[in-house]
């Protein structure tokens, strides 16, 4: 595997369920990020970490509960969530902060019925 | 908090055509601006990064520029072909908004006919 992959590529999920989304980077990088795109709006930053650490939450729900065990995964832990929260998911990840390019995964499509 | 905006939102060319998709941005304080381009339903490509001190980029029939004074960026698409129909989207690194998120455009859904 190269690149940034995401697991599942496509999720239904009811609103009392609990279910992950996983990231995983084969770049050597050390910053990964969890977007979310819905329909008609611009991408939305939830999350970023830098070395394992946390450095931003974008004013996120509770309801998404990142997880960064190390600097290759990233994982975005579900529950009880809202239809509205239906959208693609997108992780990316960067050499560092600021000045490096980001890398984007092919996303994982949620439907939250 | 910057914002960024894509002008056109859509675009239709018959094949060959030059073209150019535009992107501008409120803040002129950036650390870089970086193009994308998205296949529908599908995870997003990097096309070109421009660092803030660099006034352009190119690879292959892209090119890519930079005026932070006046706010704008344009992609140039050379010879467009139906293979790059896809959504270009323009995103912009900042510290209006913190060292780390890309602030993104709504892109340009760009239609190449045959």
């Known amino acids: 595997e190269t690149g940034v992959t995401q697991t599942p590529r496509h999720l239904v999920m009811g609103m009392t369920n609990k279910k992950s989304l996983k990231c995983e980077q084969h770049?050597?990088?050390?910053?990964m990020y969890w977007y979310k795109q819905s329909a008609k709006k611009p991408l939305e930053l939830m999350f970023v970490y830098n070395f394992k650490e946390q450095t931003e939450n974008n004013s996120v729900p509770s309801r998404f509960s990142p997880e960064c065990p190390n600097s290759s995964h990233l994982f975005l832990h579900l529950h009880t969530l809202q239809p509205e929260d239906s959208a693609l998911y997108l992780c990316?990840?960067?050499?560092?902060?600021?000045?490096?390019?980001?890398?984007f995964g092919p996303g994982t499509r949620l439907t939250v019925t | 908090k910057q914002e960024v905006t894509q002008i056109p939102a859509a675009l239709s060319v018959p094949e060959g055509e030059n073209l150019v998709l535009n992107c501008s941005f409120t803040d002129s304080a950036i650390y870089n601006l970086q193009w994308f381009r998205q296949d529908p339903g599908k995870g997003l490509t990097s096309l070109l990064l421009i660092q803030s001190s660099q006034r352009e980029q190119t690879s292959g029939r892209l090119n890519a520029s930079l005026d932070k004074s006046s706010g704008r960026s344009t992609l140039y698409i050379a010879a467009s072909q139906p293979g790059d129909s896809a959504t270009y989207l323009c995103?912009?690194?900042?510290?209006?908004?913190?060292?780390?998120?890309?602030?993104f455009g709504k892109g340009t859904s760009l239609l190449v006919t045959p």
């Open positions: 770049l050597g990088h050390n910053a």
């Open positions: 990316a990840s960067s050499r560092g902060d600021s000045g490096y390019e980001q890398y």
């Open positions: 995103a912009v690194r900042s510290p209006a908004d913190s060292g780390y998120a890309l602030n």
